[in-house]
Protein backbone atom coordinates (compact mmCIF):
# COMPACT_ATOMS: atom_id res chain seq x y z
CA UNK A 1 0.00 0.00 0.00
CA UNK A 2 1.29 3.37 -1.06
CA UNK A 3 -0.50 6.07 1.28
CA UNK A 4 -0.23 9.60 -0.06
CA UNK A 5 -1.01 13.18 1.81
CA UNK A 6 -3.04 15.26 0.32
CA UNK A 7 -2.87 18.70 1.50
CA UNK A 8 -4.42 22.35 0.51
CA UNK A 9 -2.54 23.51 -2.88
CA UNK A 10 -1.39 27.13 -3.54
CA UNK A 11 -4.26 29.03 -3.24
CA UNK A 12 -3.37 32.55 -3.33
CA UNK A 13 -4.90 35.21 -0.71
CA UNK A 14 -7.48 32.70 0.06
CA UNK A 15 -6.52 31.80 3.82
CA UNK A 16 -8.92 30.41 6.94
CA UNK A 17 -11.48 29.81 4.14
CA UNK A 18 -14.32 27.45 5.21
CA UNK A 19 -15.12 24.04 3.33
CA UNK A 20 -18.14 24.40 2.15
CA UNK A 21 -18.53 20.36 0.38
CA UNK A 22 -17.00 17.51 0.28
CA UNK A 23 -17.27 15.88 -2.79
CA UNK A 24 -15.68 12.64 -1.83
CA UNK A 25 -16.29 9.56 0.88
CA UNK A 26 -13.74 7.10 2.25
CA UNK A 27 -13.15 4.46 -0.04
CA UNK A 28 -14.17 6.15 -3.16
CA UNK A 29 -11.56 5.73 -6.38
CA UNK A 30 -10.75 9.46 -6.84
CA UNK A 31 -9.42 10.64 -11.15
CA UNK A 32 -6.73 13.42 -11.09
CA UNK A 33 -8.06 16.70 -11.60
CA UNK A 34 -11.27 15.52 -10.08
CA UNK A 35 -12.82 17.79 -7.54
CA UNK A 36 -12.36 16.85 -3.85
CA UNK A 37 -13.86 19.92 -1.59
CA UNK A 38 -15.14 23.35 -2.33
CA UNK A 39 -13.70 26.32 -0.69
CA UNK A 40 -15.39 29.63 0.12
CA UNK A 41 -14.51 33.08 0.85
CA UNK A 42 -16.51 35.89 0.87
CA UNK A 43 -15.37 36.53 -2.08
CA UNK A 44 -15.54 33.08 -4.34
CA UNK A 45 -15.82 29.89 -4.61
CA UNK A 46 -13.01 27.45 -5.18
CA UNK A 47 -13.06 23.30 -6.15
CA UNK A 48 -9.84 22.00 -5.09
CA UNK A 49 -8.45 19.35 -7.18
CA UNK A 50 -7.01 16.24 -6.54
CA UNK A 51 -3.40 16.21 -7.42
CA UNK A 52 -3.17 12.55 -8.33
CA UNK A 53 -5.21 9.24 -8.73
CA UNK A 54 -6.07 6.95 -6.18
CA UNK A 55 -8.55 5.46 -3.17
CA UNK A 56 -9.73 7.84 -0.61
CA UNK A 57 -8.15 6.13 3.12
CA UNK A 58 -9.05 8.96 5.44
CA UNK A 59 -10.60 12.05 4.99
CA UNK A 60 -9.13 14.62 7.84
CA UNK A 61 -11.13 17.80 7.69
CA UNK A 62 -15.06 17.92 7.69
CA UNK A 63 -17.63 20.88 5.94
CA UNK A 64 -17.21 24.23 8.21
CA UNK A 65 -13.51 23.58 8.91
CA UNK A 66 -11.26 26.19 7.88
CA UNK A 67 -8.52 25.69 6.09
CA UNK A 68 -5.25 27.39 4.48
CA UNK A 69 -2.48 26.24 1.84
CA UNK A 70 -0.82 22.97 3.54
CA UNK A 71 -3.62 22.38 5.31
CA UNK A 72 -3.80 18.20 5.51
CA UNK A 73 -6.87 17.20 3.68
CA UNK A 74 -6.94 13.48 3.26
CA UNK A 75 -5.24 10.07 3.22
CA UNK A 76 -4.77 8.63 -0.63
CA UNK A 77 -3.76 4.81 -1.14
CA UNK A 78 -1.93 5.31 -4.89
CA UNK A 79 -1.02 1.66 -4.97
CA UNK A 80 -4.02 0.52 -7.39
CA UNK A 81 -3.73 3.12 -9.96
CA UNK A 82 -2.25 2.35 -13.15
CA UNK A 83 0.74 4.75 -12.90
CA UNK A 84 3.49 2.98 -10.72
CA UNK A 85 3.41 5.28 -7.26
CA UNK A 86 7.36 6.35 -7.66
CA UNK A 87 5.92 8.13 -10.68
CA UNK A 88 3.54 10.17 -8.86
CA UNK A 89 4.44 13.57 -7.92
CA UNK A 90 5.99 14.23 -4.63
CA UNK A 91 3.39 15.22 -2.42
CA UNK A 92 4.62 17.83 -0.64
CA UNK A 93 5.88 19.77 -3.80
CA UNK A 94 3.55 18.62 -6.25
CA UNK A 95 2.54 21.68 -8.64
CA UNK A 96 -1.11 21.16 -8.07
CA UNK A 97 -3.69 21.18 -11.35
CA UNK A 98 -5.56 24.73 -11.19
CA UNK A 99 -8.59 25.49 -8.94
CA UNK A 100 -11.65 26.58 -10.36
CA UNK A 101 -12.98 29.48 -9.09
CA UNK A 102 -15.72 31.11 -9.46
CA UNK A 103 -17.59 34.59 -7.81
CA UNK A 104 -19.68 34.46 -5.26
CA UNK A 105 -20.46 37.65 -5.44
CA UNK A 106 -20.94 39.65 -8.86
CA UNK A 107 -18.14 41.37 -9.05
CA UNK A 108 -17.94 45.21 -10.77
CA UNK A 109 -17.66 44.66 -14.32
CA UNK A 110 -14.26 46.04 -14.45
CA UNK A 111 -12.86 43.19 -11.46
CA UNK A 112 -12.52 40.02 -11.06
CA UNK A 113 -12.54 37.96 -8.19
CA UNK A 114 -9.74 37.16 -6.07
CA UNK A 115 -7.98 34.55 -8.13
CA UNK A 116 -4.57 32.73 -7.45
CA UNK A 117 -2.19 33.97 -9.98
CA UNK A 118 -0.85 31.07 -10.97
CA UNK A 119 -4.39 29.71 -12.48
CA UNK A 120 -3.91 29.48 -16.01
CA UNK A 121 -6.15 32.22 -18.04
CA UNK A 122 -8.92 29.31 -18.77
CA UNK A 123 -9.89 28.90 -15.57
CA UNK A 124 -10.12 32.54 -14.31
CA UNK A 125 -13.31 33.49 -13.90
CA UNK A 126 -14.05 36.54 -16.36
CA UNK A 127 -14.86 40.03 -15.08
CA UNK A 128 -18.46 39.42 -14.92
CA UNK A 129 -17.95 35.83 -13.45
CA UNK A 130 -19.97 34.05 -16.46
CA UNK A 131 -19.56 30.89 -15.13
CA UNK A 132 -21.65 31.73 -11.99
CA UNK A 133 -25.33 31.68 -12.55
CA UNK A 134 -26.90 34.93 -11.56
CA UNK A 135 -30.44 34.75 -9.98
CA UNK A 136 -31.86 37.79 -9.48
CA UNK A 137 -28.67 39.74 -9.49
CA UNK A 138 -27.21 36.90 -7.02
CA UNK A 139 -25.12 34.08 -8.06
CA UNK A 140 -26.73 31.00 -7.71
CA UNK A 141 -25.57 29.61 -4.39
CA UNK A 142 -23.79 26.54 -5.55
CA UNK A 143 -19.97 25.58 -5.94
CA UNK A 144 -18.04 25.57 -9.05
CA UNK A 145 -18.41 21.69 -9.37
CA UNK A 146 -22.67 21.47 -9.28
CA UNK A 147 -22.31 24.80 -11.46
CA UNK A 148 -20.71 22.74 -14.00
CA UNK A 149 -22.54 19.59 -13.35
CA UNK A 150 -25.77 21.76 -13.82
CA UNK A 151 -24.53 23.03 -17.00
CA UNK A 152 -23.53 20.18 -18.28
CA UNK A 153 -26.97 19.12 -17.50
CA UNK A 154 -28.38 22.01 -18.79
CA UNK A 155 -30.42 22.59 -15.64
CA UNK A 156 -31.49 25.79 -14.51
CA UNK A 157 -29.98 26.55 -11.23
CA UNK A 158 -32.25 29.60 -10.57
CA UNK A 159 -35.30 26.96 -10.22
CA UNK A 160 -33.08 24.60 -8.32
CA UNK A 161 -34.23 24.57 -4.36
CA UNK A 162 -31.18 23.84 -2.47
CA UNK A 163 -31.40 21.18 0.41
CA UNK A 164 -27.50 21.94 1.62
CA UNK A 165 -26.35 24.76 4.83
CA UNK A 166 -28.00 27.87 4.23
CA UNK A 167 -29.69 26.49 1.24
CA UNK A 168 -26.80 25.39 -1.23
CA UNK A 169 -27.40 23.57 -4.05
CA UNK A 170 -26.38 20.18 -4.12
CA UNK A 171 -25.08 17.56 -6.84
CA UNK A 172 -28.33 15.74 -5.91
CA UNK A 173 -30.69 18.81 -5.90
CA UNK A 174 -29.83 19.22 -9.24
CA UNK A 175 -30.39 15.46 -10.09
CA UNK A 176 -33.58 15.42 -8.76
CA UNK A 177 -34.37 18.42 -10.46
CA UNK A 178 -33.75 16.96 -13.28
CA UNK A 179 -35.92 13.94 -12.48
CA UNK A 180 -38.61 15.73 -11.98
CA UNK A 181 -38.35 17.98 -15.22
CA UNK A 182 -38.40 14.78 -16.70
CA UNK A 183 -41.22 13.58 -15.54
CA UNK A 184 -43.62 16.61 -16.86
CA UNK A 185 -45.38 16.54 -19.75
CA UNK A 186 -43.38 18.00 -22.61
CA UNK A 187 -44.51 21.54 -23.12
CA UNK A 188 -43.84 22.13 -19.59
CA UNK A 189 -40.21 20.51 -19.84
CA UNK A 190 -39.69 22.66 -21.96
CA UNK A 191 -40.58 25.30 -20.62
CA UNK A 192 -43.48 26.94 -21.79
CA UNK A 193 -45.52 26.69 -18.75
CA UNK A 194 -48.32 25.01 -20.08
CA UNK A 195 -50.50 23.43 -17.53
CA UNK A 196 -50.22 19.43 -17.27
CA UNK A 197 -53.39 17.83 -19.07
CA UNK A 198 -56.12 16.85 -16.50
CA UNK A 199 -56.57 12.68 -15.23
CA UNK A 200 -60.11 11.99 -16.35
CA UNK A 201 -61.75 8.90 -15.55
CA UNK A 202 -64.08 8.65 -18.47
CA UNK A 203 -65.73 5.51 -17.52
CA UNK A 204 -67.95 7.79 -14.80
CA UNK A 205 -69.98 9.41 -17.78
CA UNK A 206 -70.89 6.43 -20.02
CA UNK A 207 -69.23 3.44 -21.36
CA UNK A 208 -65.84 3.82 -23.07
CA UNK A 209 -63.46 1.83 -25.30
CA UNK A 210 -60.05 2.44 -25.20
CA UNK A 211 -58.46 1.96 -28.43
CA UNK A 212 -54.15 1.70 -29.10
CA UNK A 213 -53.22 4.43 -31.25
CA UNK A 214 -51.30 3.07 -34.52
CA UNK A 215 -47.29 3.20 -34.82
CA UNK A 216 -48.29 5.62 -37.52
CA UNK A 217 -50.40 8.12 -35.27
CA UNK A 218 -48.03 7.57 -32.68
CA UNK A 219 -45.16 9.11 -34.83
CA UNK A 220 -46.67 11.67 -36.51
CA UNK A 221 -48.65 13.36 -33.37
CA UNK A 222 -45.17 13.51 -31.67
CA UNK A 223 -43.81 15.25 -34.94
CA UNK A 224 -46.71 17.14 -35.22
CA UNK A 225 -46.59 18.27 -31.92
CA UNK A 226 -43.10 19.48 -31.91
CA UNK A 227 -43.77 21.27 -35.20
CA UNK A 228 -46.81 22.95 -33.70
CA UNK A 229 -45.09 24.72 -30.86
CA UNK A 230 -41.91 25.20 -32.63
CA UNK A 231 -42.02 27.04 -35.86
CA UNK A 232 -44.48 30.03 -35.22
CA UNK A 233 -47.08 29.20 -37.85
CA UNK A 234 -49.08 31.75 -39.81
CA UNK A 235 -51.57 30.72 -42.40
CA UNK A 236 -52.50 33.11 -45.36
CA UNK A 237 -55.77 32.16 -47.37
CA UNK A 238 -56.51 32.56 -50.66
CA UNK A 239 -58.57 31.53 -53.80
CA UNK A 240 -57.73 30.39 -57.34
CA UNK A 241 -60.24 29.96 -60.38
CA UNK A 242 -59.82 26.96 -61.47
CA UNK A 243 -62.66 27.01 -64.16
CA UNK A 244 -60.51 26.70 -67.01
CA UNK A 245 -58.21 24.70 -65.37
CA UNK A 246 -60.69 22.08 -64.49
CA UNK A 247 -62.14 22.26 -67.60
CA UNK A 248 -59.39 21.41 -69.38
CA UNK A 249 -58.34 18.10 -66.89
CA UNK A 250 -61.60 16.55 -67.64
CA UNK A 251 -61.24 16.98 -71.05
CA UNK A 252 -58.30 15.04 -70.72
CA UNK A 253 -59.18 12.44 -68.27
CA UNK A 254 -59.88 9.56 -70.80
CA UNK A 255 -56.52 10.14 -72.58
CA UNK A 256 -55.08 10.10 -69.80
CA UNK A 257 -57.31 6.58 -68.59
CA UNK A 258 -56.08 5.07 -71.52
CA UNK A 259 -52.53 5.29 -70.16
CA UNK A 260 -53.29 3.97 -66.92
CA UNK A 261 -53.17 7.64 -65.33
CA UNK A 262 -55.98 9.07 -63.14
CA UNK A 263 -55.49 12.55 -63.75
CA UNK A 264 -56.47 14.89 -60.83
CA UNK A 265 -56.43 18.26 -59.90
CA UNK A 266 -53.24 17.57 -57.14
CA UNK A 267 -51.09 16.35 -60.05
CA UNK A 268 -51.24 20.33 -61.43
CA UNK A 269 -50.96 21.53 -58.17
CA UNK A 270 -47.78 19.93 -57.73
CA UNK A 271 -46.53 21.47 -61.14
CA UNK A 272 -48.21 25.44 -60.27
CA UNK A 273 -46.12 24.71 -56.81
CA UNK A 274 -42.76 24.07 -57.98
CA UNK A 275 -43.13 27.54 -60.01
CA UNK A 276 -43.86 29.46 -57.01
CA UNK A 277 -40.90 27.83 -55.03
CA UNK A 278 -38.76 28.98 -58.05
CA UNK A 279 -40.09 32.36 -58.01
CA UNK A 280 -39.81 32.22 -54.23
CA UNK A 281 -36.96 30.11 -53.27
CA UNK A 282 -37.27 30.81 -49.32
CA UNK A 283 -40.17 28.69 -49.47
CA UNK A 284 -37.62 25.87 -50.97
CA UNK A 285 -35.57 26.33 -47.63
CA UNK A 286 -35.04 25.08 -44.48
CA UNK A 287 -33.22 26.80 -41.61
CA UNK A 288 -30.05 25.65 -40.36
CA UNK A 289 -30.08 23.36 -37.12
CA UNK A 290 -28.57 26.70 -35.49
CA UNK A 291 -31.10 29.18 -36.76
CA UNK A 292 -28.04 31.27 -37.61
CA UNK A 293 -28.60 30.88 -41.86
CA UNK A 294 -30.95 29.21 -44.53
CA UNK A 295 -30.73 26.54 -46.86
CA UNK A 296 -31.76 27.38 -49.89
CA UNK A 297 -32.76 23.72 -52.10
CA UNK A 298 -31.85 23.57 -55.59
CA UNK A 299 -33.95 20.65 -56.25
CA UNK A 300 -37.92 20.11 -56.14
CA UNK A 301 -39.16 17.14 -54.44
CA UNK A 302 -43.05 17.77 -53.31
CA UNK A 303 -44.94 15.63 -50.83
CA UNK A 304 -48.14 15.32 -50.06
CA UNK A 305 -49.99 14.11 -47.12
CA UNK A 306 -52.33 11.02 -47.66
CA UNK A 307 -54.75 9.54 -45.90
CA UNK A 308 -54.44 5.51 -44.99
CA UNK A 309 -56.41 3.24 -42.80
CA UNK A 310 -53.29 3.56 -40.28
CA UNK A 311 -53.02 7.22 -39.91
CA UNK A 312 -51.16 10.22 -42.34
CA UNK A 313 -48.56 9.60 -44.18
CA UNK A 314 -46.53 11.76 -46.62
CA UNK A 315 -45.12 10.40 -49.89
CA UNK A 316 -42.62 12.80 -51.71
CA UNK A 317 -42.44 12.73 -55.32
CA UNK A 318 -39.19 14.02 -56.67
CA UNK A 319 -37.93 16.01 -59.54
CA UNK A 320 -41.18 17.37 -59.88
CA UNK A 321 -39.86 20.13 -62.07
CA UNK A 322 -38.40 17.64 -64.48
CA UNK A 323 -41.55 15.69 -65.16
CA UNK A 324 -44.85 16.37 -67.12
CA UNK A 325 -48.41 16.22 -65.31
CA UNK A 326 -48.82 13.29 -66.40
CA UNK A 327 -46.03 11.11 -65.22
CA UNK A 328 -46.74 13.26 -61.47
CA UNK A 329 -50.04 11.99 -61.93
CA UNK A 330 -49.32 8.37 -62.20
CA UNK A 331 -46.53 8.09 -59.84
CA UNK A 332 -49.30 10.14 -56.80
CA UNK A 333 -51.45 7.12 -57.62
CA UNK A 334 -48.93 4.57 -57.45
CA UNK A 335 -47.28 6.37 -53.72
CA UNK A 336 -50.76 6.69 -52.63
CA UNK A 337 -51.72 3.27 -53.03
CA UNK A 338 -48.37 1.42 -51.87
CA UNK A 339 -49.00 3.85 -48.64
CA UNK A 340 -52.43 2.47 -48.16
CA UNK A 341 -51.19 -0.73 -48.49
CA UNK A 342 -48.62 -0.21 -46.33
CA UNK A 343 -45.75 -0.70 -48.81
CA UNK A 344 -44.09 2.42 -49.02
CA UNK A 345 -40.68 2.54 -48.41
CA UNK A 346 -38.89 4.69 -46.12
CA UNK A 347 -36.91 6.43 -48.59
CA UNK A 348 -40.22 7.39 -50.32
CA UNK A 349 -40.86 9.49 -48.00
CA UNK A 350 -37.42 11.42 -47.64
CA UNK A 351 -36.33 14.33 -48.64
CA UNK A 352 -39.25 16.68 -49.78
CA UNK A 353 -39.07 20.46 -50.23
CA UNK A 354 -42.65 21.59 -49.24
CA UNK A 355 -45.66 19.48 -48.74
CA UNK A 356 -49.37 19.74 -50.42
CA UNK A 357 -52.21 18.50 -48.09
CA UNK A 358 -55.97 18.11 -50.08
CA UNK A 359 -59.33 17.90 -48.31
CA UNK A 360 -60.72 18.90 -51.71
CA UNK A 361 -62.12 15.18 -52.36
CA UNK A 362 -63.55 15.01 -49.04
CA UNK A 363 -64.89 18.63 -48.32
CA UNK A 364 -64.70 22.02 -46.02
CA UNK A 365 -63.73 25.38 -46.93
CA UNK A 366 -60.60 26.17 -45.51
CA UNK A 367 -58.12 24.43 -43.03
CA UNK A 368 -54.49 25.39 -40.88
CA UNK A 369 -52.29 22.93 -42.28
CA UNK A 370 -49.08 22.17 -39.60
CA UNK A 371 -45.97 22.58 -41.49
CA UNK A 372 -43.93 19.55 -42.01
CA UNK A 373 -40.78 20.60 -40.67
CA UNK A 374 -37.96 21.22 -41.19
CA UNK A 375 -39.65 22.19 -44.96
CA UNK A 376 -41.12 25.78 -44.12
CA UNK A 377 -44.50 25.66 -45.78
CA UNK A 378 -47.46 23.98 -46.72
CA UNK A 379 -50.05 24.07 -49.39
CA UNK A 380 -53.73 23.25 -48.13
CA UNK A 381 -56.08 22.46 -50.57
CA UNK A 382 -59.78 22.74 -49.63
CA UNK A 383 -62.99 21.26 -51.63
CA UNK A 384 -63.20 23.98 -55.33
CA UNK A 385 -67.15 25.42 -55.30
CA UNK A 386 -68.93 27.12 -57.84
CA UNK A 387 -69.30 30.92 -56.96
CA UNK A 388 -70.48 34.14 -58.53
CA UNK A 389 -67.31 36.19 -59.13
CA UNK A 390 -67.85 39.47 -60.24
CA UNK A 391 -66.10 40.12 -63.80
CA UNK A 392 -65.28 43.92 -63.58
CA UNK A 393 -65.08 44.11 -67.97
CA UNK A 394 -68.74 42.86 -68.49
CA UNK A 395 -69.91 44.71 -65.55
CA UNK A 396 -71.31 41.40 -64.19
CA UNK A 397 -71.34 37.74 -62.24
CA UNK A 398 -70.06 35.25 -63.41
CA UNK A 399 -70.05 31.25 -62.14
CA UNK A 400 -66.40 30.49 -61.89
CA UNK A 401 -65.00 27.15 -59.89
CA UNK A 402 -63.31 28.45 -56.90
CA UNK A 403 -60.32 26.48 -54.89
CA UNK A 404 -59.33 27.29 -51.58
CA UNK A 405 -56.29 27.61 -50.39
CA UNK A 406 -54.10 27.64 -47.32
CA UNK A 407 -50.43 27.91 -46.87
CA UNK A 408 -48.88 27.76 -43.99
CA UNK A 409 -45.47 29.20 -43.52
CA UNK A 410 -42.88 29.43 -40.96
CA UNK A 411 -42.71 33.14 -39.96
CA UNK A 412 -39.08 32.91 -38.74
CA UNK A 413 -38.54 32.28 -42.68
CA UNK A 414 -41.28 33.70 -44.70
CA UNK A 415 -42.74 37.38 -43.56
CA UNK A 416 -46.51 37.92 -44.58
CA UNK A 417 -45.70 39.32 -47.70
CA UNK A 418 -43.98 37.05 -49.19
CA UNK A 419 -46.65 34.60 -47.90
CA UNK A 420 -49.37 36.66 -49.88
CA UNK A 421 -46.93 36.53 -53.03
CA UNK A 422 -46.80 33.37 -52.92
CA UNK A 423 -50.59 32.31 -52.72
CA UNK A 424 -51.25 35.26 -55.43
CA UNK A 425 -48.34 33.71 -57.58
CA UNK A 426 -50.09 29.98 -57.40
CA UNK A 427 -53.84 32.09 -58.27
CA UNK A 428 -52.06 33.59 -61.42
CA UNK A 429 -50.83 29.96 -62.46
CA UNK A 430 -53.70 27.74 -61.94
CA UNK A 431 -56.23 30.90 -63.64
CA UNK A 432 -54.24 29.68 -67.10
CA UNK A 433 -52.89 26.75 -66.63
CA UNK A 434 -50.92 27.57 -70.30
CA UNK A 435 -48.56 29.57 -67.98
CA UNK A 436 -47.08 26.48 -66.43
CA UNK A 437 -45.67 25.43 -70.11
CA UNK A 438 -43.87 28.95 -69.80
N1 LIG B 1 -62.25 20.26 -54.93
C1 LIG B 1 -63.27 19.52 -55.43
N2 LIG B 1 -63.11 18.23 -55.75
C2 LIG B 1 -61.90 17.67 -55.60
C3 LIG B 1 -60.81 18.38 -55.08
C4 LIG B 1 -61.03 19.75 -54.77
N3 LIG B 1 -60.06 20.51 -54.28
N4 LIG B 1 -59.77 17.57 -55.04
C5 LIG B 1 -60.15 16.37 -55.46
N5 LIG B 1 -61.44 16.44 -55.78
C6 LIG B 1 -62.23 15.36 -56.31
C7 LIG B 1 -61.51 14.62 -57.40
O1 LIG B 1 -61.69 15.24 -58.62
C8 LIG B 1 -62.14 13.26 -57.31
O2 LIG B 1 -63.36 13.28 -57.97
P1 LIG B 1 -63.69 12.24 -59.16
O3 LIG B 1 -63.50 10.90 -58.54
O4 LIG B 1 -65.08 12.57 -59.53
O5 LIG B 1 -62.71 12.53 -60.21
C9 LIG B 1 -62.41 13.10 -55.84
O6 LIG B 1 -62.41 14.40 -55.29
C10 LIG B 1 -61.44 12.23 -55.10
O7 LIG B 1 -60.11 12.66 -55.37
P2 LIG B 1 -58.92 11.73 -54.81
O8 LIG B 1 -58.87 11.84 -53.36
O9 LIG B 1 -59.06 10.39 -55.39
O10 LIG B 1 -57.64 12.29 -55.49
P3 LIG B 1 -56.79 13.48 -55.11
O11 LIG B 1 -55.70 13.52 -56.08
O12 LIG B 1 -57.57 14.70 -54.98
O13 LIG B 1 -56.16 13.15 -53.66
C11 LIG B 1 -54.87 12.10 -52.01
C12 LIG B 1 -55.25 12.12 -53.48
C13 LIG B 1 -53.87 11.00 -51.76
C14 LIG B 1 -54.30 13.43 -51.61
C15 LIG B 1 -56.15 11.88 -51.22
O14 LIG B 1 -56.69 10.64 -51.52
C16 LIG B 1 -55.97 11.96 -49.73
O15 LIG B 1 -55.46 11.05 -49.07
N6 LIG B 1 -56.41 13.10 -49.16
C17 LIG B 1 -56.37 13.34 -47.71
C18 LIG B 1 -55.13 14.09 -47.31
C19 LIG B 1 -55.22 14.42 -45.85
O16 LIG B 1 -55.64 13.62 -45.04
N7 LIG B 1 -54.82 15.62 -45.52
C20 LIG B 1 -54.95 16.11 -44.19
C21 LIG B 1 -53.64 16.32 -43.61
S1 LIG B 1 -53.76 17.12 -42.07
O17 LIG B 1 -54.40 15.99 -41.14
Not at 139 to 144: D, K, L
Not at 388 to 398: G, I
Not at 408 to 425: C, E, K, L, N, Q
Request: with cysteine.
Amino acid sequence: MSIKEVLVPDIGSFKDVEIIELMVSVGDAVAADASLMTVESDKAAMDIPAPFAGTVKEIKLKVGDKVSEGSLILLMDTSNVDAPASAAPVVKSFTPPAATVVATVPPPSHLAPEVPAHIPPKHRPDPVGASAQFCDGKPAHASPAVRRFARELGADLCRVKGSGPRGRILKEDVQNWIKAELAKPTGEAIGLGIAPAPVVDFAQFGEVETQTLSRIKKLSGVNLHRNWVTAPHVTQFDEADITDLEDFRKSMTDEAAKRGVKLTLLAFMMKAVVNALRTFPSFNASLATDGESLVLKKYFHVGFACDTPDGLVVPVIRDVNKKDVMDIARELGELAELARERKLKVDAMQGGCFTITSLGGIGGTQFTPIINCPEVAILGLSRAEMKPVWNKAAKQFEPRLMLPLSLSYDHRVIDGADGARFTSHLRLMLSDVRRLLL
